[in-house]
């Protein structure tokens, strides 16, 4: 029996992760080389597993217990949005040492069922065994592979390749499916960057900049295919428009404008408590001009958690707690992303900080503007999307650059939609030829 583990694992939370993650899982299926596929899990307990996991469960995937812990252990501090604590942050890096040494043991003896039975619980001996089962390991697509000097990142870099030091470790085929690379600042970042990918058996970039990136890193061209989101099918039933009608929203008769936000650190960056100010009420001001204009926005939210930093909602109230419009709405929901790509579908132009959003957006042929942040996903993307002019970096954005941004959209909207059309034409042609690629890896 053939199997194939996707790894790291799915977090429900994240409608661009719970995206990456099945049409990961849609790609190998359709390869048809194997006869199981698993999905590594998140969450440290059973209630944690249903919130992180459930939906992914309910589609009717099957998971692989997780093997490596987040060091926080679900002890979120919701207050901590911006900066962290000295002491949240003495807890993290305690337990990040513990789970360096006992996975570290575990990577020099995971051959021997033996000794991971004795060291190791239970439920790591049988997760183990999963893995030295599986044939091939494949990364989902994403962008996690970039540090920017913080002094998490040398931890960071190797919590994010992990499983795929366990793949090689067992001898096993390891693929890095379509990510984002860069940039890889911060001590022994770049050095374990290059000393796993050397190992590979094959790594796509999702964009031209990252390919140019991690090929200067590794001295090798690195081959490009399309962020796997781009391919996510959008929920066909009319739940979507049953959800705007519930919130008094009817894209028949009005122009709704989609906006995302996210919590950011900066890293790297100096005082980013003023750039997050700043970066609020840039947004702010903008949806203040679309409601001045006519539209109606609307607020959604494209992840919630599991942390306070990658909650949405916690931006989304500080931009209304300032200020509110009738004009002004707020989806407040936990949908699946293929529902949620659904709900975008029906939008004249979408502002999007989290750039799945910004995909699943732009491949239902809506006008979009992408703010960057985390690497060199937003600007690769757009400028391969041939959209480069309709995207801004988080710590550079203004009001005046997004009204103007927004004005030259509104401008150019019916040719962007035909531009649109034509590259998700393109697309399909894309993923077949990366499907015969893997076919042809796999054998």
Not at 115 to 140: D, I, N, P
Not at 276 to 301: D, I, P
Not at 317 to 331: D, G, T, V
């Amino acid at each position: 029996m053939r199997t194939a583990i996707i790894v790291p694992g799915v977090t429900d939370l994240n409608k661009g992760d719970q995206a990456l993650v099945w049409e990961t899982h849609r790609l190998v299926q359709d390869t048809n080389c194997f006869d199981q596929i698993y999905i590594v899990s998140t969450g440290d307990t059973a209630q944690e597993r249903e919130l992180l996991c459930g939906q992914s469960e309910a589609k009717g995937y099957q998971l692989v217990e997780t093997l490596l812990k987040h060091p926080r252990r679900g002890n979120h501090n919701e207050t901590e949005v911006i900066q962290e604590s000295l002491s949240s942050f003495a807890r993290l890096a305690f337990r990040a040492v513990l789970d360096f040494c006992s996975q570290w043991f575990l990577l020099l003896i995971c051959k021997s069922d033996a000794l991971v039975s004795f060291f190791y619980s239970k439920q790591t001996a049988q997760s183990v065994r999963q893995f030295r089962s599986a044939e091939v390991l494949f990364v989902k697509g994403g962008g996690f592979i970039h540090a920017y000097g913080e002094k998490t990142a040398p931890y960071l870099m190797w919590f994010f390749l992990f499983y795929v030091r366990l793949g090689k470790a067992l001898g096993k085929k390891v693929v890095f499916l379509p990510n984002s690379y860069g940039p890889f600042q911060g001590f022994t970042v770049a050095k374990q960057v290059k000393s796993v990918f050397a190992t590979l058996d094959k790594v796509y970039a999702r964009e031209a900049l990252s390919a140019r990136k991690l090929g200067e890193l590794m001295g090798k061209s690195i081959p490009i295919s399309p962020d796997l989101g781009f391919y996510l099918q959008m929920d066909a039933s009319a739940e979507a428009l049953q959800l705007l009608t519930r919130y008094n929203l009817d894209p028949s008769t009005q122009k709704l404008v989609g906006i995302t936000i996210r919590p950011w650190r900066f890293p790297g960056l100096p005082d980013p408590e003023s750039l997050y100010a700043n970066y609020l009420q840039s947004v702010r001001t903008l949806a203040q001009h679309l409601v001045e204009s006519g539209y109606q926005v609307v607020f959604c939210n494209q992840s919630i958690g599991p942390n306070a930093h990658e909650d949405d909602r916690n931006a989304i109230r500080e931009i209304l707690k300032e200020w509110n419009h009738p004009a002004a709405h707020w989806i407040d929901e936990n949908l699946p992303c293929d529902v949620l790509k659904a709900v975008y579908s029906h939008f004249y132009a979408f502002v999007g900080t989290r750039f799945h959003s910004v995909i699943f957006s732009l491949t239902s042929c809506v006008p979009s503007i992408a703010i960057g942040y985390g690497g060199n996903k937003a600007k690769g993307i757009m400028a391969d999307f041939n959209m480069p002019e309709y995207t801004i970096p988080i710590e550079a954005v203004s009001a005046n650059k997004l009204v103007k941004m927004f004005a030259t959209l509104k401008v150019s909207h019916a040719h962007i939609q035909t531009q649109l059309a034509e590259q998700n034409e393109l697309l399909q042609l894309k993923r077949a030829e990366l499907l015969a690629e893997l076919k042809t890896l796999i054998g």
